[in-house]
């Protein structure tokens, strides 16, 4: 194992415990997306091409846009962008959506 | 050829009760059964108010945790069971992890004359140079058969649930037309940036992604990844520019029945070998020489038909997300 390879595996498990921390569902997609690359980027050192082509266009391209494209129906991508807006522009307004969740 | 029955006759059979039955032109319980009509449900606002209470009352007592000692015991132990449980898987995996064997070692039950088959007469039997390929898709097939039919099932599946259905006449059904609404219509469209981007990429995604389908035999790659590459080619073209442009040369017709035709391609193809315990099918195009394009029997088209099949998939999928249909 080289010195690459264990970099690498570093990096996936930094993506794969950051997804799970991150409040943000566009940010845990995005993370999510590059553990996929870095995985093909494994696959390669592995010595196996095949796989490491499939990865990529699955699973950092398709998989990725169709969670897109989900948070956008559920309109989870809008909420985010609005509570940060309403957090700026009314700080000291007491929160109450906060406490229904 | 039978004889058409006159009305008055056809009506006293028992098919045309029966499919009258069926088509649910006639109910039942009509007449049967005593049916009041539904009264509106009012809310008292005073009930609602003491339900509500009741309500708060119950949660405040269950839920008072400095008071409530079986809840705070039962949180402890649910905590404490919680982590030893998940000490204990950790030990579990680690310790078998610990007992497998190196990767590659000769005591592996994977390093078994199989292995050794494909690898030594893999390019003579098959006339694949990619043995991954000619494991796949000779060897194999049987699998990556199912696989494109999980793929086929799935889209189905999603479009069960995902359709807009619509009518005969093209209005969409009342039932569902508020529900989905195609959420396309919000967005800016003819984003300049993103049309000169997709202008110059989408060829060569799609270019790349036959390559990766023809060249399946010969290098890395083959029907599942070159037909991934193709659909994310046309999600792109897709995203910038529309589905007006889309639609011109592919709806769900074209989807129908270029995986119709691909599925049963293949289901044909390789059911002949497995009917005929496992023959090889003397496929039109000859073996060749390995290496080259034309070489490696049936392998080249049913690469292109599980290409086909993924690539239709993945464009439908997105499609089905993004507006309910085609």
Redesign the interface.
Known sequence: MTVFQIILMGLLIICAVSVSFSKNLLNSVLIYMSFSLVMSLLWICLESPDLAITEAAVGAGITSVLFFVTLKKIHAINIAEKSEEQKASQCPAPEKGGQDE | MSKRKPAEEYHKTFAFHFFSWLQGEKDPYLGNVEMKPQEEYVIDPEMQLRHEKEHDAILDKVYDMAHNRELRLFHRLYQATSILFCLFLMALLLVTISHLPATGAAVKPVNNEVAARYIESGLEETGAV?I?AGMILDYRAFDTLGESHVLFVATITVLIMLRLDKNKKGEPNPLTRDMNPN?RIYEPKNDAILQLVASFLVPIIIIFGIY?ILNGHL????G??GG??I??GL?LYLNAFGFSKTERFFTEKTYKWICFFSLSFYCLAKSYSFYTGANHLHSIIPKGTPGAILSSGLILPLNIAVGLVVACT?YA??AM??KGGF
Do not use: C, H, L
């Open positions: 990619n991954v959420d990766i290098g890395p790659g083959g599942f990844s991934a590459v659909g994310a999600i993945m999928f997105y997300f993004r």
